[in-house]
């Protein structure tokens, strides 16, 4: 019994090491007039972009939201990644964000 938590345990210590750690951007905070410091400043773009930098075979998952207004959205911020030095080739977009009104960043380590 003991034996079995204890792998337990380990699985759970090795799987959420390996996870990515996901960021938010809120649409309110995509509201806000766009220059390249302010997009920079946002935390899930500034956070991302950090490890994509430390880690150049890693890419980007980008989670967002169904419908028009998603894709407008995700279109434009791809367009705004690409723009600050993001290869095209390391962003994966899919859809099915959590919540509506939000994107999802995952930075996938490289292989």
């Known amino acids: 019994m003991n034996r079995s938590l204890l792998i337990l345990f380990f699985l759970f210590i090795t799987h959420s090491t ?3 750690e996901i960021e938010l951007l809120h649409a309110d905070e995509w509201l806000l007039p766009k220059q390249a410091a302010t997009i920079l400043e946002m935390p899930a773009i500034s956070k991302s972009m950090q490890q994509l930098q430390r880690d150049m075979n890693s890419s980007l998952l980008l989670k967002y939201p169904g ?7 995700i279109n434009e911020l791809r367009s705004w990644l690409i723009a600050l030095g993001l290869s095209s080739k390391r962003i994966e977009l899919v859809q099915g964000s959590v919540n509506p009104a939000t994107i999802e960043f995952e930075v996938l380590p490289g292989k």
């Open 67 to 73: 419908g028009d207004e998603g894709t407008l959205w």
């Open 18 to 20: 390996l996870a990515g």
